[in-house]
């Protein structure tokens, strides 16, 4: 599995902003596809999830109502909408896998710099 996520830019607060994870694999039964983010000084933080093969998708606290995961089963592409953003959102934005049976995310693609501006 090889992700490459991109979509990132420079936007202002309040801006919306979709992300896009390419997804190169042959069969991603089985797989969770994940979106993290590192901002600044900070640690890496998990911001939500989609169980590929039926689009189960899950997020974290600081995330929810704004942040929405999905996939194109044909594109094999996982998004990031990302709404109202606000300068905290500013971050590097990186899209991992696992699969099932691994308990965490062990494929990484190369991340896109989101950075908001008030």
């Known amino acids: 599995v090889q992700l490459q996520a991109s979509g990132g830019g420079l936007v202002q607060a309040g801006d919306s902003l979709r992300l896009s994870c390419a997804v190169s694999a042959p069969n991603l039964q089985g797989y969770f596809l994940g979106w993290f983010r590192q901002a600044p000084g900070k640690e890496r933080e998990f911001v939500g999830a989609i169980r590929w093969s039926v689009g189960m998708t899950s997020y974290s606290d600081p995330v929810k109502g704004r942040f929405t995961i999905s996939r194109d089963k044909v594109r094999k592409t996982v998004y990031l909408q990302i709404n109202n953003l606000k300068p905290e959102d500013t971050a590097i934005y990186y899209c991992?896998?696992?699969?099932?049976?691994?308990?965490?995310?062990?494929?990484w693609g190369r991340g896109t710099q989101v950075t908001v501006s008030s």
């Open positions: 991992a896998a696992r699969f099932f049976t691994q308990d965490s995310y062990n494929i």
